[in-house]
């Protein structure tokens, strides 16, 4: 992923929890930023149809942006923050490189290969 779009995830990492600060967010809801979205990955332990499923509900920025609207409009600073962690979380994974998956596996993401995969395919080549 080139620099300028690395940048550009950093900003929406930063402003999310700009957001949570804003909204007098409790320190859990940092600790979510982090590591809550992850938990999606346990699809991954039935197949990988689930598992994409599941990690691509948690990491959409769509789904982020929907939840946090929704919050909005119905006056709900839980949906609000929810959607700011789903949305910093998606960035916070894009800046490292983890993309949407495909049902293919874990490794085969809309940002490229990542993890021992790709090793080998650059071996191979």
């Known amino acids: ?49 689930v598992g994409a499923f599941m990690y691509n509900l948690f990491h959409h920025k769509g789904v982020a942006v929907v939840i946090f609207i929704g919050g909005v409009y119905f006056n709900n600073i839980w949906m609000q923050q929810i959607g700011m962690v789903l949305f910093g979380h998606a960035s916070l994974d894009r800046l490292f490189g983890y993309g949407l998956k495909y049902r293919k596996g874990f490794a085969f993401t809309h940002l490229g290969i990542i993890g021992k995969n790709k090793l080998r395919e650059n071996e191979s080549e």
Not at 17 to 25: E, F, K, Q, T, V
């Open 1 to 49: 992923m080139s620099a300028i779009l690395k940048l550009e995830e950093l900003g929406m990492l930063l402003l999310s929890a700009l957001l949570l600060w804003n909204s007098d967010a409790a320190w859990f809801w940092y600790l979510l930023l982090l590591l809550g979205p992850d938990v999606s990955m346990l699809g991954y332990l039935i197949n990988n149809n």
